[in-house]
């Protein structure tokens, strides 16, 4: 489960967060929207133990990510970055399979390796692919490759960072779907920062919305288009005219 | 009045967060060299793009600046009849002085700029973060391999650059200076002691950690975009450089001031 309670943030003057609350329940799809600038990568920075809140609580399984026992967790935990961030100087079968190649989940490379083409050939990518470098890759395929390093080591959590921006809506539906069947195949609890209504819809169990620091709404899928509330009307219709400011 | 104190202050206080990160950055780095785990594929790799492809640059620099030397000293010795001290001079002062600094300057513009243009683009490229969400300390995976690799290897590019420097002298004193080779050898050996080679050693040592460190550091605190890389590139540069020479003077004077 992830719990997060009255957590805030900020950077000098630029106050980001300002009290999010929010739960999510074992092998649930949490997808957090919101506009750009209003906090959701920094939500997820904090989720990771890469930016320590100034205060509030984060529990991933009853572990603070801030802690002494940030491995522990992060050991248990998948990330698909924005742009993929995998490593240039890696092959491909190096990047999916980076955690049986150091560190404390160390096997054989032969085996490392085998792991590795099972997990592309899950998110669609051949074999003949494995030698190649990040670079000799398209967006979408990179964006795959990302995917199969998130769910190499069998996670418990896994979280997606904008997991369809710069895809076309072909390649963006093909990555919704894989990220759907692979949460509700591995059983994982899930959260998704997007500002992609479509993913919204292919990927979430729940949604919340962060606007302004806070949370201002949450709820089921299926309670998205009976909402009254205004900022999550606004966000759906793309409306320019409503609470979200928008600079023209 | 107001106005120009706080500016000063602030500039003052920048300063000192400055040095406070680099020193905090160092005895993360150090206190990580002996503690497991190694990353040996990354240590090999930076042993060759230090060490290895710097070859080409230290010994094209060196034998120039053997041979410059030479002509140099032959010309100022020829002043006071002492032309017979070119084999010596240039052999002491490679050894001991340009051979180290010039080697260090020569690393640390083509590998200083490296390491801070890479690491630089991988922290932009959220890279750095995807390590430590797959359980990686960057410290240990980027930077201790290449520190170790730079204390490792430039020593022995110093030694290799004090070598071809030599030869450099040799080549310009035997063909242009009418020097006998054979008595040009012999006088470039004979007043070269083992404390002058050790002592160039030593200074290619630390001058490798500052490279090193140098390149990491503003790597790692490398800001967004592309003006963030070219500017932890630039400080990585500049930084390097300047410790190096500062470096040198504080170790030639504990060396060799008595």
Same mark, same amino acid.
């Given at each position: 489960?992830?719990?997060?309670?009255?957590?805030?943030?900020?950077?000098?003057?630029?106050?980001?967060?300002?009290?999010?609350?929010?739960?999510?329940?074992?092998?649930?799809?949490?997808?957090?929207?919101?506009?750009?600038?209003?906090?959701?990568?920094?939500?997820?920075?904090?989720?990771?133990?890469?930016?320590?809140?100034?205060?509030?609580?984060?529990?991933?399984?009853?572990?603070?990510?801030?802690?002494?026992?940030?491995?522990?967790?992060?050991?248990?935990?998948?990330?698909?970055?924005?742009?993929?961030?995998?490593?240039?100087?890696?092959?491909?079968?190096?990047?999916?399979?980076?955690?049986?190649?150091?560190?404390?989940?160390?096997?054989?490379?032969? !085996?490392?390796?085998?792991?590795?083409?099972?997990?592309?050939?899950?998110?669609?990518?051949?074999?003949?692919?494995?030698?190649?470098?990040?670079?000799?890759?398209?967006?979408?395929?990179?964006?795959?490759?990302?995917?199969?390093?998130?769910?190499?080591?069998?996670? !418990?959590?896994?979280?997606?960072?904008?997991?369809?921006?710069?895809?076309?809506?072909?390649?963006?539906?093909?990555?919704?779907?894989?990220?759907?069947?692979?949460?509700? !195949?591995?059983?994982?609890?899930?959260?998704?920062?997007?500002?992609?209504?479509?993913?919204?819809?292919?990927?979430?169990?729940?949604?919340?919305?962060?606007?302004?620091?806070?949370?201002?709404?949450?709820?089921?899928?299926?309670?998205?288009?009976?909402?009254?509330?205004?900022?999550?009307?606004?966000?759906?219709?793309?409306?320019?005219?409503?609470?979200?400011?928008?600079?023209? | 009045?107001?106005?120009?104190? %706080?500016?000063?202050?602030?500039?003052?206080?920048?300063?000192?967060?400055?040095?406070?990160?680099?020193?905090?950055?160092?005895?993360?780095?150090? %206190?990580?060299?002996?503690?497991?785990?190694?990353?040996?594929?990354?240590?090999?790799?930076?042993?060759?793009?230090?060490?290895?492809?710097?070859?080409?640059?230290?010994?094209?620099?060196?034998?120039?600046?053997?041979?410059? *030397?030479?002509?140099?000293?032959?010309?100022?010795?020829?002043?006071?009849?002492?032309?017979?001290?070119?084999?010596?001079?240039?052999?002491?002062?490679?050894?001991?002085?340009?051979?180290?600094?010039?080697?260090? &300057?020569?690393?640390?513009?083509?590998?200083?700029?490296?390491?801070?243009?890479?690491?630089?683009?991988? $922290?932009?490229?959220?890279?750095?973060?995807?390590?430590?969400? &797959?359980?990686?300390?960057?410290? $240990?995976?980027?930077?201790?391999?290449?520190?170790?690799?730079?204390? *490792?290897?430039?020593?022995?590019?110093?030694?290799?650059?004090?070598?071809?420097?030599?030869?450099?002298?040799?080549?310009?004193?035997?063909?242009?200076?009418?020097?006998?080779?054979?008595?040009?050898?012999?006088?470039?050996?004979?007043?070269?002691?083992?404390?002058?080679?050790?002592?160039?050693?030593? $200074?290619? %040592?630390?001058?490798?950690?500052?490279?090193?460190?140098?390149?990491?550091?503003?790597?790692?605190?490398?800001?967004?975009?592309?003006?963030?890389?070219?500017? %932890?590139? $630039?400080?990585?540069?500049?930084?390097?450089?300047?410790?190096?020479?500062?470096?040198?003077?504080? *170790?030639?004077?504990?060396?060799?001031?008595?």
């Amino acid at each position: 489960m992830i719990d997060v309670s009255d957590v805030y943030k900020s950077f000098g003057q630029n106050h980001v967060l300002k009290g999010v609350n929010l739960k999510v329940q074992d092998g649930k799809s949490m997808v957090i929207i919101g506009a750009s600038g209003q906090g959701k990568s920094v939500i997820l920075k904090c989720l990771l133990g890469l930016t320590k809140p100034n205060s509030g609580k984060i529990l991933l399984n009853g572990v603070d990510p801030n802690s002494a026992q940030k491995n522990i967790i992060l050991s248990k935990v998948g990330m698909l970055f924005q742009g993929g961030a995998l490593f240039d100087s890696l092959p491909i079968w190096q990047n999916v399979a980076f955690r049986y190649l150091h560190g404390k989940q160390k096997i054989n490379a032969s !085996e490392a390796r085998k792991i590795a083409i099972e997990k592309l050939e899950r998110v669609g990518l051949k074999k003949s692919f494995a030698d190649n470098f990040p670079s000799e890759l398209s967006g979408g395929m990179q964006k795959r490759v990302a995917l199969a390093r998130a769910i190499a080591s069998q996670p !418990e959590i896994i979280f997606f960072d904008e997991p369809t921006t710069g895809l076309d809506p072909i390649m963006a539906q093909v990555i919704n779907d894989l990220i759907r069947e692979l949460v509700v !195949e591995l059983g994982v609890t899930a959260v998704t920062i997007t500002h992609d209504i479509q993913s919204v819809r292919s990927i979430a169990d729940e949604v919340a919305l962060l606007h302004d620091g806070i949370i201002q709404w949450s709820g089921l899928l299926n309670q998205l288009d009976k909402s009254k509330n205004k900022y999550l009307k606004q966000f759906i219709a793309g409306s320019t005219v409503g609470p979200i400011e928008t600079l023209r | 009045m107001i106005g120009f104190t %706080a500016q000063t202050g602030r500039i003052f206080l920048t300063f000192c967060s400055f040095i406070g990160e680099l020193i905090i950055f160092c005895i993360r780095v150090f %206190a990580n060299i002996l503690i497991p785990p190694f990353f040996m594929r990354a240590f090999f790799s930076s042993v060759v793009q230090i060490g290895w492809l710097s070859l080409p640059v230290v010994g094209i620099t060196s034998f120039f600046t053997g041979g410059a *030397l030479a002509l140099q000293i032959y010309a100022g010795g020829a002043r006071f009849n002492a032309e017979e001290v070119v084999p010596s001079i240039v052999a002491i002062g490679m050894v001991r002085e340009l051979g180290p600094v010039l080697g260090g &300057l020569m690393v640390a513009a083509r590998v200083a700029s490296s390491i801070a243009a890479e690491i630089g683009t991988m $922290k932009v490229t959220e890279q750095i973060d995807a390590l430590t969400t &797959l359980s990686t300390d960057p410290i $240990k995976y980027l930077v201790v391999p290449r520190l170790v690799a730079a204390i *490792l290897t430039v020593p022995l590019l110093v030694g290799v650059g004090d070598s071809i420097g030599i030869l450099g002298g040799y080549v310009i004193g035997v063909t242009r200076l009418e020097f006998n080779n054979t008595i040009y050898l012999i006088n470039s050996i004979n007043y070269l002691e083992l404390w002058d080679i050790l002592s160039g050693i030593i $200074k290619g %040592a630390v001058f490798g950690s500052i490279i090193a460190l140098m390149g990491c550091f503003f790597g790692i605190r490398c800001e967004k975009g592309a003006r963030g890389v070219g500017q %932890a590139t $630039k400080s990585a540069v500049v930084s390097a450089s300047v410790l190096i020479l500062a470096a040198n003077y504080f *170790l030639t004077e504990a060396f060799f001031s008595s």
